[in-house]
């Protein structure tokens, strides 16, 4: 089993920067791809961005340019960084991380965007 734990989440204005950070813990070295996913108020849950072992890194048309993810193998974590934020960015985010043939979630952190 793996375990995923999200942090940095807050209350920004727009125009700013937040940077989200995930840790896994467990069997953590069965992890392949990982990647952060996003649920704004009343929405589905949507792909933010994913990133290989080997740096390799896709991102939603809506954040790309804005947004960039990236991980630490050694300590098994993944980062994004979001800048020029909009209130349509307002959302739950949730790490992800798929390994050893399952898919993983972390119980989200809030991220809220003010005009």
């Known amino acids: 089993q793996v375990q995923l734990v999200e942090s940095g989440g807050g209350l920004v204005q727009a125009g700013r920067s937040l940077r989200l950070s995930c840790a896994a813990s467990g069997s953590s070295s069965s992890i392949n791809l990982m990647g952060w996913y996003r649920q704004p108020p009343g929405k589905q849950r949507e792909l933010v961005a994913l990133i290989l072992p080997d740096g390799t890194t896709n991102y939603a048309a809506s954040v790309k340019g804005r947004v960039t993810i990236s991980r630490d193998n050694a300590k098994n974590a993944v980062y994004l960084q979001m800048n020029s934020l909009k209130p349509d960015d307002t959302a739950v985010y949730y790490c992800?991380?798929?390994?050893?043939?399952?898919?993983?979630w972390g119980p989200g952190t809030q991220v809220t965007v003010s005009s």
């Open positions: 992800n991380a798929f390994g050893g043939g399952k898919i993983y």
